[in-house]
């Protein structure tokens, strides 16, 4: 009967009954009240209350009862610190038991029960256990020194357990080695305990032939990270790692190719000696592909950076990435990829003839894919773009509608790499102008309109049919249009004159994407003010595109090499970007730098002499999402502009922003008026310009842009105001409000903040019983009183004003 019978039992009162099988004394009985015990565990049942039983249960000469009592420990010993403590002895006592299994299973489980109390009585039981007659024992306390060290690395250290890791490194069995390989590495992840050294590589590598294969990827991973001292040792250490290539196991025939990538690269580029080796690393790649498809999926991802570093290695190897009718998508997809880089003079026929064939499978991905391969490969090897062409005209004679608008945007990037060569085939696009519906396609499309509009007799008219439905077209379709009218225009101006009018229209009143509004303005100057201009900006030559778009950059391919055959190379991401950012984070904030960060807000000297010597550094006015970001980095270190008479952080000009604080409420400001006169006042959240109240100090001493908190919180030492005014700005719509509209601004008066409003009843019935209501803020201003508006008949306004005041429990932190 099979342990299955542990999983169906549902009594209730279960617990008291296992409490009494687990304190029987019969020793079967027991056994089978502890293997239901880990049944309910698995299961997810609460059985934390039969822990002081369970721990009784350890004294045993029985080696399977003991492996289901550390079982049950290492689950609970975490939430019963306490009770835990019990078994501290129990542990001892087995370390140094004759059978080396129960040795191991107590050291091992001592490194599993992550509790500081247990800590400190596993440092001598370890210690003994390194140094144990038997090599199982002492591998497994080599993976206990990581564990230990994750949980309390000063521990590790103090303890001198580095040393001892150190000494099982020159150990006469190889998964010892192998295992102390493996912690080390581990160990350096979080901080570097030991480097790896010549000696140290010695051993590794006599260690390395008798390993077991994951015994092999931990110590090739650690020579991963060696820096041989000359070409010699570097020559050596490939020569012994080289015949693990021949592996059966894919992760040792990577980890064995990312070493000698590494290793490769260390010596000099016209070396025999890399000929040879390049000629080796091709065959056990190409055997990864035979096996099964997963495999073959890590293996093309890691072959795939592999061919971006050193495409030489698999040049001869075309044929083996040819698809296959019966290859998942996913390893077809790669393939594809691969073959592309691969792509050369020599092999660019057999190439085409398979992405033609590919081009009428039924999978549409695939297709859409091999379609774009074909006009990658004409962008890419010259002398094959006429037969790609050729190839794209059939494949858009099909009239399959995916097909036609993927060749057509292939076509265009063609027309990029080879001007006024292939011009003649865009009659045959312009048939096909009505089945296209895809945003890339169509915008592609109108761009070889546009950029051979005076050798498209019809070009007006092409252009107009897409015009007419402008507003529900894809943004990328929009600014696409609106760029080939305007080239239009200027290559042939009788025929387009109304029709530029229109689409700039459009693109200007009509629009609500800045996007486009901003380049229909660019283009609507540049046409109105200097045409000769605009035909210079607008037609001049346009850079030719490159062979491959899609390369990794060097930098990241260099680090994503070092991870050959790991998650990272399959991701094509470094580590950084997936692994937890508790142990990595994601992003680092980097340090204010004290300098720069002391001479914006404490030293006012730097400012000082900077305005002596009469420099002058630029103001930004932030956009409101800059607003936002700089205020949460708390970026305060705004430049000082002019001289300064002793206002804060040093001297600044009086029309440039303040910081942005009146965009981060919508309340406008975009510069401030000199005030007249200057009114001292003591007050010190005088400087709240952010809220769009300007400063009475003179324009010489007015502030550029004081960087958001500084003034919130009342750093500056600003005058009073004279009462200048920000017109008033639509706070509330009446369409959103039942026909309610409010307006209002900011002022400040006599070193006073004051908030104007405008209520308007534009409903066509009296509005009352409505009231205002402010909540916490990050400015901290709270009304001194509350307002209780009189109610509005139909089209009547009401103006109110009320002052502000700061409190510090109406602060709202963001």
């Known amino acids: 009967m099979t342990d299955s019978k542990y999983f169906t039992t549902t009594k209730k009162g279960e617990i008291f009954e296992l409490k009494n099988e687990l304190n029987s004394d019969k020793k079967e009985k027991k056994k089978e009240a502890v293997k239901k015990v880990i049944a309910s565990m698995t299961v997810g049942k609460d059985v934390s209350a039969l822990f002081p039983d369970v721990v009784n249960c350890m004294q045993t000469d029985n080696v399977e009862l003991k492996k289901l009592v550390y079982l049950y420990l290492m689950n609970y010993a975490k939430s019963q610190p306490d009770l835990a403590i019990m078994a501290v002895n129990t542990f001892v006592k087995d370390c140094e038991d004759p059978n080396p299994l129960i040795r191991a299973l107590a050291v091992r489980t001592m490194g599993c029960i992550r509790v500081e109390k247990i800590t400190e009585y596993l440092c001598d039981p370890l210690r003994r256990c390194m140094k144990d007659e038997d090599p199982y024992v002492r591998k497994t306390a080599a993976v206990c020194v990581a564990k230990l060290h994750d949980m309390n690395p000063t521990l590790v250290k103090d303890q001198g357990f580095v040393e001892l890791l150190n000494d099982l490194l020159s150990d006469a069995n190889p998964m010892v080695v192998a295992n102390a390989v493996a912690a080390l590495t581990e160990m350096n992840e979080q901080q570097t305990v030991i480097e ?83 000629k080796k690393l091709a065959p056990p790649m190409v055997t990864l592909l035979s096996a099964e498809p997963e495999i073959q999926y890590v293996a093309l991802r890691n072959i795939n950076l592999i061919v971006q570093k050193r495409p030489d290695i698999l040049k001869q190897e075309m044929k083996v990435f040819f698809v296959k009718y019966n290859d998942p998508i996913y390893v077809k997809m790669e393939k594809l990829d691969i073959m592309i880089r691969l792509a050369q003079q020599n092999n660019i026929s057999q190439v085409l003839s398979e992405l033609k064939e590919y081009a009428t499978e039924v999978d549409v991905d695939f297709v859409r894919k091999s379609v774009r391969a074909i006009g990658r490969c004409a962008i890419k090897v010259e002398t094959s773009s006429e037969r790609c062409v050729q190839t794209l005209l059939e494949l858009i004679q099909t009239k399959v509608n995916y097909v036609v608008q993927e060749a057509v945007v292939v076509i265009k990037d063609i027309f990029r790499k080879y001007p006024n060569r292939y011009e003649s085939i865009i009659s045959a696009l312009c048939e096909n102008l009505d089945t296209l519906d895809e945003p890339e396609a169509r915008a ?104 491959e778009t899609d390369l990794l950059e060097p930098s990241l391919l260099e680090q994503l090499v070092c991870h050959i055959g790991t998650l990272a190379s399959v991701y094509h991401k470094p580590p950084s970007a997936f ?204 009304p001194v009183e509350q307002l209780n508006p009189s109610p509005l008949l139909p089209n009547q306004s009401q103006n109110v004003s009320f002052q502000f005041i700061f409190s510090s429990d109406n602060l709202f932190f963001i």
């Open 444 to 547: 592609s499309m109108i761009w070889i309109i546009g950029e051979y509009a005076e050798r498209i007799d019809n070009a007006d008219e092409l252009l107009e049919s897409f015009v007419e439905g402008f507003h529900d077209e894809n943004t990328q379709v929009q600014l696409q249009l609106l760029t080939a009218v305007v080239k239009l225009f200027l290559k042939r101006p009788g025929v387009a004159q109304t029709l530029v009018q229109r689409v700039l229209s459009l693109a200007t009143q009509d629009s609500d994407n800045p996007d486009l509004r901003d380049r229909g303005f660019i283009y609507w100057r540049l046409l109105s003010a200097d045409p000769a201009a605009a035909k210079n900006v607008v037609l001049t030559e346009k850079p030719l595109i490159s062979e």
């Open 196 to 278: 790896v050294n010549s000696q140290m590589v010695n051993k590794l590598l006599t260690a390395l032939n008798e390993c077991t294969e994951w015994g092999q990827v931990f110590i090739l991973d650690a020579l991963a990270g060696y820096t041989p001292r000359d070409e010699r040792e570097t020559q050596n250490i490939c020569e012994r790692i080289s015949p693990r290539l021949a592996h059966a196991n894919a992760a040792v025939v990577l980890s064995t190719v990312k070493v000698l990538m590494k290793l490769i690269d260390m010596m000099p580029a016209d070396s025999d000696f890399i000929t040879q080796l390049t």
């Open 579 to 782: 692994i937890d950012p508790a142990k990595a984070p994601l992003r680092q904030i980097n340090p204010i730098p004290t300098a720069k960060f002391g001479s914006s807000l404490l030293d006012t000297s730097s400012a000082t002499s900077a305005s002596r010597n009469g420099s002058s550094a630029p103001t930004v006015i932030p956009s409101q999402d800059q607003v936002i970001a700089d205020l949460l980095s708390l970026d305060l270190n705004a430049p000082a502009t002019s001289a300064n008479t002793g206002g804060f952080g040093g001297a600044m000009t009086g029309t440039s922003s303040m910081g942005g604080l009146d965009d981060l409420l919508g309340l406008g400001g975009d510069s401030l008026p000199a005030a007249t006169t200057n009114v001292s006042s003591n007050n010190p959240f005088d400087s709240l310009a952010g809220l769009g109240m300007p400063s009475s100090v003179p324009a010489a001493q007015q502030p550029a842009s004081i960087g958001g908190l500084a003034e919130i919180f009342g750093s500056g030492s600003f005058g009073g105001s004279t009462g200048v005014t920000y017109p008033k700005e639509m706070w509330l719509d009446a369409s959103r409000a039942m026909g309610m509209q409010v307006e209002g601004t900011f002022v400040r008066r006599n070193g006073k903040i004051f908030m104007e409003m405008t209520i308007t009843n534009k409903a066509m019935q009296a509005i009352s019983g409505f009231a205002l209501q402010f909540n916490k803020n990050s400015f901290g201003l709270i």
